[in-house]
């Protein structure tokens, strides 16, 4: 069979987008004949093509895809470049691609033989959501970014952040191991900004290929003004002049940096050669990366460290972040630059202006970040029309708050000051997934509170998670990019499309499975929301260890032929043994047998790391297990 494919002009997204159909369309059929080809503009006398291209709907910078196929003759269309690539993806899916995690691996492509008929397919959608953000975090590489690049248009997510401008500590944290290790080529070499620029210039021609939005920024703009690196919140800030110190925050008495961490420490924002060295560091870097269309302006990453000055005394942190955000728009306006900003509502700042407005709000939108909200509960738990009483501000006495009322009501506040272009940045797959090794509880949570944003007037989600979140699944993920796309589509149905994808018509038995886990895993406990008896903690994880080992001895022999990937269910039945020790242990109160089986659990993850290198963040998962039991014997803190 014969398919002619045709696209119009030399756009470098809609040539990939070409591309994309035609190697899935021969992945699925290596016998399909394909005629590619490119014209100057669309030709309606052409017959029996697919036309590929944005040419056929109302241009808009907001998403829509358009598809028109009938017997292998129509239109894959979008309302801009980006569109185009998705609905080429869509089309595949709905010839029964699924892509179920970042990574070729995680791409689910059927074997078949296809014919005319086949190739018919009508849709024309608006995401739910316009807002559909990854950012980069956690310990990765080249490969691992690049495949979440990769896997966003696949997905329906249509921006990109890159923290920071050398985005340095999420690849040294994962390169780290090289340079440690005496007997590779790079022992001892020193994994600099320099590396990162590199790899983040590299990585940005995977995103401008792709037309995905690109954001790039946050806490670093403080580093940029005094003239310091800020690629991270390693405690490495260098010395600066007296004229310098003068322009950082004062607090108790003292001007410097905050745990020697220049990304964690915030500055005198009523001194004005303090608020234009920032604009002049953003106005300075619009200009010089035109392909950049967002700038993230954060703040310090830290709580309590605001100016405790005369001046900055009679002001909110709000309302001298608005005034620093006005600044910089000035700026940018003068240097004719469009370039938006995207500021935040975190920790201190979750606290609304008291008198500060944002003047030109086309420039500006807001992500909302209760970063140490709970995940027992979700936003469509509470009625956010009621108004909420929360504790009034007061300057370097703010607490961590795990509860959603309060939050919300300052979020409540700043709309009320004119800001309606708004959006969730929260951490479900950060931290709080491995309290939950079944990944099925998180997963409920994220998609609950996905398709609760639009009745809290939020257009969308930024994810601020690890990268490699796909160990023993990709489900949170997947229902939360499924969501965002169509908040209509119910949990049951986005599960049983990923279960069934990947482990075939075993898939409510490995689905059942994992949803047992995560309740034996008791994630509520584990975040320290609520009591357990040490019997029902040592039943808990003695139910989860043989489950684990039932699951392994029985059903994986029977789906090795058919799941993506079974060898990380494999590796994860192991795990959940190590890990239930753990969680036994914490039964005892003991911090010196809990500390034993970590170093079990911990050595098994590392001397296992490559078997699920692109699918588990093992710096992370390590860490958190390890703050896990120490927050619930009492003897840590995390948030």
């Known amino acids: ?16 987008a070409v591309s994309e159909l035609c190697r899935l369309l021969k992945e699925m059929d290596r016998a399909l004949v394909l005629d590619v080809r490119k014209y100057p503009e ?5 017959k029996n093509t697919i036309w590929v291209g944005p040419d056929f709907v109302d241009r808009d910078e ?16 979008g309302s801009n470049e980006r569109s185009v690539l998705m609905a080429v993806y869509r089309f595949m899916k709905e010839l029964g691609c699924r892509y179920l995690y970042p990574g070729k691996e995680g791409e689910k492509v059927p074997k078949r033989r296809l014919d005319y008929a086949d190739l018919t397919v009508k849709v024309d959608k608006t995401p739910s959501y316009d807002r559909r953000i990854m950012m980069i975090e956690g310990a990765i590489s080249y490969e691992h970014a690049l495949n979440t690049i990769d896997w966003l248009p696949k997905v329906g997510m ?27 080529l790079h022992s001892g070499v020193e994994f600099t900004d320099h590396d990162a620029d590199g790899i983040a210039d590299a990585l940005a021609d995977e995103v401008l290929k792709r037309g995905l939005l690109y954001q790039m920024g946050g806490h670093v703009w403080i580093g940029r003004a005094l003239g310091v690196a800020a690629s991270g919140w390693d405690g490495n800030a ?5 004229e310098t110190r003068q322009l950082l925050a004062l607090v108790k008495g ?10 964690r420490t915030q500055l005198c924002l009523t001194n004005p050669e303090a608020r234009r060295r920032v604009t002049d560091a953003i106005v300075t870097f619009a200009k010089e990366h035109p392909h950049v269309d967002a700038l993230n302006v954060c703040l310090g990453d830290e709580i309590n460290v605001h100016c405790e000055c005369e001046k900055c005394r009679k002001s909110t942190p709000s309302d001298l972040y608005v005034k620093l955000l006005n600044d910089i728009d000035e700026g940018l306006t003068e240097a004719g630059l469009d370039t938006k900003i995207v500021g935040g509502f975190y920790l201190e700042l979750l606290y609304p202006p008291k008198t ?15 970063i140490s909200r709970s995940y027992s509960h979700s936003y469509d738990e509470y009625d956010f029309d009621k108004e909420i009483e929360y504790a009034p501000f007061k300057l370097n006495e703010f607490k961590y708050e795990k509860d959603l009322p309060s939050s919300v009501a300052r979020l409540k506040g700043w709309q009320k000051t004119g800001i309606t272009n708004t959006f969730l940045c929260d951490y479900h797959l950060m931290w709080d997934h491995h309290n939950d090794f079944g990944y099925y509880s998180i997963a409920k949570i994220l998609y609950r509170d996905v398709v609760a944003l639009e009745s809290l007037g939020l257009k969308g989600l930024m994810t601020c998670q690890n990268l490699r979140v796909a160990f023993p699944t990709g489900l949170p993920q997947y229902a939360m990019v499924e969501a965002l796309w169509n908040k209509e589509r119910s949990f049951e149905e986005i599960e049983k499309e990923y279960f069934s994808a990947a482990y075939g018509e075993n898939w409510e038995t490995v689905r059942d499975y994992l949803a047992e886990i995560s309740r034996l895993c008791d994630p509520e406990f584990l975040r320290g929301d609520r ?14 260890r043989e489950l684990a080992a039932k699951f392994k001895a029985d059903i994986l022999p029977e789906i090795r032929t058919s799941a993506v990937k079974w060898d990380y269910l494999d590796l994860h039945a192991d795990m959940l043994k190590y890990y239930s020790d753990i969680i036994e242990a914490i039964a005892t109160g003991s911090e010196k047998i809990c500390q034993e089986k970590y170093d079990i659990f911990d050595k098994f993850v590392a001397d296992n790391a490559e078997i699920a290198d692109s699918v588990l963040d093992t710096n992370f998962v390590r860490g958190d297990v390890w703050h896990t039991f120490r927050r619930v014997l009492g003897i840590g803190w995390f948030f």
């Not at 002009?9 to 040539?15: A, P």
């Not at 907001?62 to 269309?77: A, P, Q």
């Not at 003292?254 to 990304?263: S, T, Y």
């Open 531 to 544: 009591e357990k008896a040490p019997e029902d903690i040592i039943a808990d994880a003695k139910g989860m």
């Open 356 to 370: 500060e407005r944002i003047k030109n709000l086309d420039r500006f939108s807001f992500d909302f970040a209760p």
């Open 158 to 184: 249509n921006e990109y952040w890159s923290q920071f401008i050398s985005p340095t500590e999420f690849f040294k944290r994962y390169y780290k191991k090289y340079t440690d290790d005496e007997n590779d």
């Open 254 to 263: 003292e001007r410097k940096f905050k745990d020697n961490i220049v990304a």
């Open 62 to 77: 907001k998403d829509r895809i358009f598809i028109d196929v009938k017997d292998s003759v129509g239109i894959i269309s």
């Open 42 to 46: 669309f030709e309606r006398d052409l």
């Open 1 to 16: 069979m014969r398919v002619i494919i045709a696209r119009s002009g030399n756009n470098e997204t809609v040539s990939y």
């Open 238 to 242: 260098p010395e600066i002049d007296d």
